[in-house]
């Protein structure tokens, strides 16, 4: 693996398990539901705590996906040869569709962009 898809490989991870973590554990923080929401469903008219409560356990289920982005970015990281490289191309993949699919569905470009695109880069690399 090039050192620049090693690189975005270890920054999908970082951003996975940091997403876990926000969604799994701190969602009902309001500094962390307020932004996320507006950028989600930014016409609902919802007070962004009240709709926290309600997506409280999809967001739990939602973070458990990130959490396995991140666990297969670890395994590709630890596996040699092709098993890495398909484990990665996997995680990249994966990471590419969530990313694509929270642009088109939400305002949240930022997260969108900071979610796919370097999986994206990361999977060129690994895979020329």
Same mark, same amino acid.
């Given at each position: 693996?090039?050192?620049?898809? $090693? ?9 996975? @398990?940091? @997403?876990f973590? !926000?969604e *799994? ?5 309001? /500094?962390?539901?307020? =932004? ?12 962004? /705590? ?6 409280? %356990?999809?967001? %739990? ?7 396995? %982005?991140?666990? !297969?970015?670890? /395994? #590709?990281?630890?596996?040699?040869? &092709?098993?890495?490289?398909? $484990? @990665?191309?996997?995680?990249? *993949?994966?990471? %590419? @569709? /969530? =990313? &694509? ?9 930022? =997260? &969108? #962009?900071?979610?796919?695109?370097? #999986? $994206?880069? =990361?999977?060129?690399?690994l895979?020329?």
């Amino acid at each position: 693996m090039s050192t620049i898809a $090693l690189f975005c490989l270890l920054f999908v991870i970082l951003f996975h @398990a940091l @997403a876990f973590v !926000g969604e *799994a554990f701190l969602w009902m923080r309001p /500094a962390l539901h307020r =932004g996320m929401i507006r950028k989600v469903n930014p016409g609902l008219d919802m007070d962004p /705590a009240d709709q926290a409560r309600v997506t409280r %356990i999809l967001m %739990i289920n939602q973070g458990v996906y990130n959490l396995m %982005i991140a666990l !297969g970015g670890i /395994a #590709a990281l630890m596996s040699p040869g &092709a098993t890495g490289t398909a $484990l @990665a191309t996997y995680v990249f *993949a994966f990471a %590419i @569709a /969530a =990313g &694509a699919t929270l642009a088109f569905t939400t305002v949240a470009f930022v =997260g &969108a #962009a900071l979610q796919a695109t370097p #999986a $994206l880069i =990361g999977l060129w690399f690994l895979l020329s």
